[in-house]
């Protein structure tokens, strides 16, 4: 027995940028995850393949993520940013240099900035997206896309016109940057709900992936467990997450991040030295932040942590990877005489936690897929399009509603306790915005622009980062001054539409600020559309 492995990494931030400041805190999301996660995983990739290793992978990046990989002054920024921590890196070397331990982990940062740096510059000319889809055209990745905001579809799931707003817009940005137009579509927090199969196969879409309760809810019987594949009445197929394999890497308390030996990604120096001296590395007035500097190891649920040591966790990253392949092949035994074909194993992860969050991520991703490639390892990697193209007889199953958030269904994205008052407005906002499609379909030059605006501001609203930040209290100031402002923005032009007038100042500004999707036409937006599709569910899948 053969066992089928399927990574599907989902790279994903929202859309953050602030022409109107030099500098803004959150645009370090996007810093920081180039510079910790997508140049690594990137130059990983590439190491792979030019030591002609054979892997295979899903790998789904958002519209807005892509956006920003093509924005100009993001990408200033973002040299900008590579500079200082460069910078910073010969700072602590001259620290250090009474202290050989961390004088070491310096050193090893500061190649590190310098690699990516090269990476970025010479080998991708600046342009991370073009890489990802020389691996792609290579036949290393499989592209796929996502929401065009990441919104999590089932809190409209009686809006039908809104839910094909985020996966149309996802789609059409995915194929005008990349070679290939995506089969795959990634479900934000693998947000499912019955129906939701019909609006991605108008849109060509073949296979998404779900969590593995959508299966075992299910009225028909899974008769594969979330071993393999099923199809969707309507052809689509989905591929259930294995929640075993996947908390071998992704359980806070139990998953490899939290090995003793890794490093602790929460001490970091920009919270640790005097303010006098990482003040020019942090945010005014006197705003400590993540440098990317930290020296410290796991060691445990305790405030005295022992000096990181980058070889005895990257020994540690190969001996995990050996134990999750090891775990793998378990379950193949285990399934032995039970199954009357090779099993799937479909695992699925945030790009993001491969050297942002956990920093020997990315080592392990390495050598997960340099000892799968091994003959006698019995296992090969294959993306979900590799498998269905092999025409292996799959079953034909609805699945139930679920996602892979906390309680396995929509409590984090409906929390009454944080953000369930934003929902409604959310909600009624994307009624106003088909209203003002269905009142002023076809416009031309300015009003056409002022409703591509709305647009943009209806999409952007609907981003489910906000109602994360707001659940997990991590910048939830933030997060409810970016609702309630789409708001305003989309009722801006609700209003002057109304009185047949067109706020160009705004516009103008409007344009320049939140200037994502460039090529949008505001009728996606247009019930018209979508005549043949209308909710016919009898559960409040919110709930």
Not at 111 to 125: A, S, V
Not at 438 to 456: I, M, V
Request: with cysteine; hydrophobic share 35%.
């Amino acid at each position: 027995m053969k066992n089928n492995l399927c990574f599907t990494l989902n790279a994903h931030l929202p859309f953050v940028r602030h022409p109107e400041y030099p500098k803004f805190l959150e645009e370090d999301w996007f810093f920081e995850a180039v510079n910790e996660s997508y140049l690594p995983l990137l130059r990983m990739f590439y190491k792979l393949r030019d030591e002609k290793v054979d892997f295979h992978l899903a790998f789904s990046i958002s519209p807005t993520l892509c956006s920003m990989l093509r924005d100009k002054l993001l990408l200033e920024r973002l040299q900008a940013y590579l500079e200082s921590r460069l910078e910073l890196g010969e700072k602590e070397i001259n620290r250090l240099r009474s202290n050989p331990q961390m004088l070491s982990i310096a050193k090893m940062y500061v190649d590190n900035i310098n690699k990516n740096c090269y990476f970025l510059n010479e080998t991708c000319k600046g342009d991370i997206l073009s890489a990802f889809n020389k691996l792609c055209d290579e036949g290393y990745l499989e592209l796929i896309t996502t929401a065009a905001t990441h919104a999590y579809l089932p809190i409209y799931k009686d809006n039908p016109v809104a839910v094909n707003a985020q996966i149309e817009t996802g789609v059409m940005q995915h194929s005008r940057i990349f070679t290939h137009s995506p089969d795959g579509f990634w479900l934000p927090a693998n947000g499912y709900y019955p129906g939701l199969e019909d609006l991605l196969k108008r849109h060509n879409i073949k296979w998404t992936a779900l969590a593995s309760h959508s299966f075992f809810l299910s009225e028909d019987e899974p008769k594969m467990g979330n071993y393999a594949p099923v199809r969707c009445p309507n052809g689509v197929y989905c591929f259930a997450r294995d929640y075993y394999l996947t908390s071998l890497v992704w359980s806070a308390k139990e998953g490899y991040p939290s090995d003793p030996c890794y490093r602790e990604f929460y001490r970091d120096i920009g919270y640790d030295l005097p303010i006098d001296y990482i003040r020019p590395y942090i945010h005014e007035p006197d705003v400590r932040v993540f440098t990317g500097f930290k020296y410290w190891a796991v060691t445990g649920m305790t405030a005295d942590k022992q000096i990181y040591n980058p070889q005895a966790a990257k020994f540690k990253a190969s001996e995990h990877a050996r134990n999750f392949l090891y775990n793998v092949r378990s379950c193949g035994r285990n399934l032995e005489g039970l199954l009357n074909q090779d099993p799937v194993y479909t695992v699925s992860f945030d790009a993001e936690l491969f050297g942002h969050f956990w920093y020997e991520g990315v080592s392990w991703l390495e050598y997960v897929i340099r000892y799968a490639s091994e003959k006698e390892s019995n296992i090969r990697l294959i993306t979900p399009s590799m498998y269905i193209a092999e025409g292996h007889k799959v079953q034909t199953l609805r699945p139930a509603f679920s996602s892979w958030g906390d309680g396995g269904f929509s409590q984090a994205l409906v929390d009454n306790s944080t953000n369930a008052e934003y929902v409604p407005h959310v909600l009624e906002a994307m009624t106003r915005m088909t209203d003002l499609v269905k009142r002023y379909p076809d416009q031309k030059s300015l009003k056409q622009r002022f409703l591509n605006q709305a647009a943009r501001e209806a999409l952007l609203l609907m981003a489910s980062d906000w109602l994360l930040l707001m659940h997990n209290r991590s910048n939830g100031s933030y997060a409810k001054n970016r609702i309630e402002g789409h708001l305003q923005n989309l009722y801006l032009v609700y209003e002057n539409m109304f009185r047949n007038a067109v706020n160009t100042e705004w516009l103008v500004k409007a344009e320049e600020r939140n200037n994502i999707f460039p090529d949008i036409d505001y009728n996606i937006f247009n019930p018209d559309h979508l005549k043949d599709v209308s909710p016919v569910y009898t559960t409040d899948y919110t709930k």
